[in-house]
T-cell receptor
Framework: EAGVAQSPRYKIIEKRQSVAFWCNPISGHATLYWYQQILGQGPKLLIQFQNNGVVDDSQLPKDRFSAERLKGVDSTLKIQPAKLEDSAVYLC????????????????FGPGTRLTVL | GQNIDQPTEMTATEGAIVQINCTYQTSGFNGLFWYQQHAGEAPTFLSYNVLDGLEEKGRFSSFLSRSKGYSYLLLKELQMKDSASYLCAVEGNAGNMLTFGGGTRLMVKP
């Protein structure tokens, strides 16, 4: 079974530029997550999708960050314009069960995109 | 909201046993995950606890006390490859949204 795919793996941009990250979840996984992980910290959830609908985006800085999952499979996360504090690893994860079920549900993570904003 | 605390760093010797603690204060609780993350890599699943008690899986065990808001990850017969960050994550009531602690960086020395 192929894992969660992300691209690019690394990206360096200057502040105020725009950047986009792509994620392809494990086949059949309905739920997709984007996390931001700043060096030395744990991952912080930015947005959670169930199929192509948003379940939670309460921690997404909506003035500059946007995400979509148009066909309920692949997803893109965009930052426009980027700030220095956006330097982090952006992790995508997927899981197979409906979030409304209170059942153990492991999240599978992709390799991440390391963003450096200069 | 959620507040999850773990030690920032720990050091242990190859072959020894180490216990990594995690305390949490949350508005909702469905279960608790432990993930391992090697430097520059994605987190990988280690364990999940929903009921009080100890879950054993090979060299790794995880314990949960819901009444105390406390969990620990126990690593036995430490190997050099166990040097990594260990992330405690609470699954809140809202579906399976995870809130992660800051992670504990474990260094295993010969």
């Amino acid at each position: 079974e192929a894992g969660v795919a992300q691209s690019p793996r690394y990206k360096i941009i200057e502040k105020r530029q725009s950047v986009a990250f792509w994620c392809n979840p494990i086949s059949g996984h309905a739920t997709l997550y984007w996390y931001q992980q700043i060096l030395g910290q744990g991952p912080k959830l930015l947005i959670q999708f169930q199929n192509n609908g948003v379940v939670d985006d309460s921690q997404l800085p909506k003035d500059r960050f946007s995400a979509e999952r148009l066909k309920g499979v692949d997803s893109t996360l965009k930052i426009q314009p980027a700030k220095l504090e956006d330097s982090a690893v952006y992790l995508c994860a997927s899981s197979s069960l409906d979030p409304g079920l209170a059942v153990y549900n492991e999240q599978f993570f992709g390799p991440g995109t390391r963003l450096t904003v200069l | 909201g959620q507040n999850i605390d773990q030690p920032t760093e720990m050091t242990a010797t190859e072959g020894a046993i180490v216990q990594i603690n995690c305390t949490y204060q949350t508005s909702g609780f469905n279960g608790l995950f432990w993930y391992q993350q090697h430097a520059g890599e994605a987190p990988t699943f280690l364990s999940y606890n929903v009921l009080d008690g100890l879950e054993e899986k090979g060299r790794f065990s995880s314990f949960l006390s819901r009444s105390k808001g406390y969990s620990y990850l126990l690593l036995k017969e430490l190997q050099m490859k166990d040097s990594a960050s260990y992330l405690c994550a609470v699954e809140g009531n809202a579906g399976n949204m995870l809130t992660f602690g800051g992670g504990t960086r474990l260094m295993v020395k010969p």
